[in-house]
């Protein structure tokens, strides 16, 4: 029953925003200085981490959701129906931020950073 406690929920739903603006943020703020240093490695180590962190928050959400019963509709009122549906949202915001952290890094591994 820990997994569906409120925690492991909402880590599962906020993981992969956060990790995307992590990502957004540390990357836009060091590419003056990967540019410079001529570590451009850096930044795909960022977008890396924070591809890790994402699929982290989808497993917890994953193994809530296996948790959850799941006989139980997500519009009922009752607390395994919101652990089921905050179950279902986090793996739908890992799987839409995984998409945006993938788009982010793209151009880093297609263009060099100096340009």
Known sequence: MRWLSPLPLWTG????PLAFALN???TYALVKWSCAADRAGVL???SLVALFIVLAGASVSWIALQ???AAV??????PPARA???ALLGLAS???FLLAVVANA???WVLDACQ
């Not at 509709?73 to 009752?78: L, R, S, Y």
């Open 106 to 108: 793209y151009p880093q």
């Open 44 to 46: 795909h180590l960022i």
């Open 13 to 16: 739903i906020l993981a992969a």
């Open 73 to 78: 509709e997500t519009d009922e009122g009752t």
């Open 94 to 96: 890992s799987a839409f």
């Open 84 to 86: 089921r549906f905050m």
């Open 24 to 26: 957004l943020t540390a």
């Open 67 to 69: 948790h959850s019963p």
